[in-house]
């Protein structure tokens, strides 16, 4: 039996996703974006919303460029910090003890302790209501090498993503390995 | 030490989606999305990426409407099935032995068996490249009762959702509580 809940933004399982840029003084901030995923895959494009009060809403748009950072579920702390205060009023990468790295391709740092990076130029800004969302062209992808799979593409399990939950307010791990996808649902073609 | 991967389309975790739909003979189709997710807090908007090739791409432009259901675990093989299938070329609810269930809100059929609904009147459609975003209004959000936390919302451990890891191309359940979110970071709030 279901319940209707009414309007509600709840799709699980959420990833944590850091947004790294400069700001107009050439202060390196990140901002945890409240949503944010892949939206188109060839340009391949990565969407994060940003409301445009936020002082990474003004970073974006001056420099046209963005950075996806995420973090594991060792910065989760860090990651947590990152979404409840401004880069106005403190320095999110010295309090926090994380190291920014400029970009080599756009103009926007990065967090280099993520295992996972997306390199992001902007493409548009839409507006749609309390946020704007960014969809910037991912440029290049960065992944630490200890991240990386034997297939030389970033394994799961070594990245140790964050997922958020909504309803819970809270943070979870990756568990299980279920199967391998565009593959189980093989059993069901007739 | 990181490595550039180059321009590719890799956020952890990603979710699993089931677009709900009618196409023009009124049949009720489900497909695994490419990408989606929440992209506004207010109003309330969820986005899912289709190609213009594919069946849902005209059932979402003809009725103006979608579903998103998101599956269990005890669901992969279906999720995974609706997404290597053409809705053109089988009836996707009748082959997996899922139950479409109209919406009492808009023109789409949801997944019955899906703990979590969400339910959109479509807003806009930004063509990005190979993929169309679809962005909708959440109208409604529905949850079934048994995944439901002692606070009312989706509770993460009831809902049990897929987790999508495009690098390892397999799927992941979601593992341990980390913490509580808006909350651990003030450990470092000075």
């Given at each position: 039996m279901k319940k209707s809940l009414g309007p509600q933004t709840f799709v699980y399982p959420h990833p944590v996703l850091l947004v790294g840029t400069?700001?107009?003084?050439?202060?390196?901030?990140?901002?945890?974006?409240?949503?944010?995923?892949?939206?188109?895959?060839a340009p391949p494009c990565g969407a994060v919303s940003v409301r445009p009060g936020r002082h990474t809403h003004d970073a974006v748009m001056a420099r046209k460029a963005f950075t996806v950072s995420i973090p594991s579920v060792d910065h989760v702390v860090a990651a947590d910090y990152a979404g409840i205060v401004s880069g106005r009023d403190a320095d999110k990468f010295e309090v926090a003890g994380l190291t920014p790295t400029r970009s080599e391709v756009v103009d926007a740092p990065y967090l280099e302790e993520a295992p996972l990076v997306l390199v992001c130029?902007?493409?548009?800004?839409?507006?749609?209501?309390?946020?704007?969302q960014f969809v910037g062209e991912i440029v290049d992808c960065l992944c630490e090498e200890s991240g990386l799979g034997e297939n030389g593409l970033p394994d799961i399990e070594k990245v140790r993503p964050i997922v958020y939950a909504g309803g819970n307010r809270a943070y979870y791990a990756v568990g299980e390995r279920l199967g391998a996808a565009f593959s189980m649902g093989k059993a069901l073609k007739r």
């Amino acid at each position: 039996m279901k319940k209707s809940l009414g309007p509600q933004t709840f799709v699980y399982p959420h990833p944590v996703l850091l947004v790294g840029t400069y700001d107009g003084e050439g202060r390196p901030n990140l901002m945890t974006a409240a949503w944010g995923g892949i939206c188109c895959s060839a340009p391949p494009c990565g969407a994060v919303s940003v409301r445009p009060g936020r002082h990474t809403h003004d970073a974006v748009m001056a420099r046209k460029a963005f950075t996806v950072s995420i973090p594991s579920v060792d910065h989760v702390v860090a990651a947590d910090y990152a979404g409840i205060v401004s880069g106005r009023d403190a320095d999110k990468f010295e309090v926090a003890g994380l190291t920014p790295t400029r970009s080599e391709v756009v103009d926007a740092p990065y967090l280099e302790e993520a295992p996972l990076v997306l390199v992001c130029r902007l493409l548009h800004a839409f507006p749609l209501g309390v946020h704007v969302q960014f969809v910037g062209e991912i440029v290049d992808c960065l992944c630490e090498e200890s991240g990386l799979g034997e297939n030389g593409l970033p394994d799961i399990e070594k990245v140790r993503p964050i997922v958020y939950a909504g309803g819970n307010r809270a943070y979870y791990a990756v568990g299980e390995r279920l199967g391998a996808a565009f593959s189980m649902g093989k059993a069901l073609k007739r």
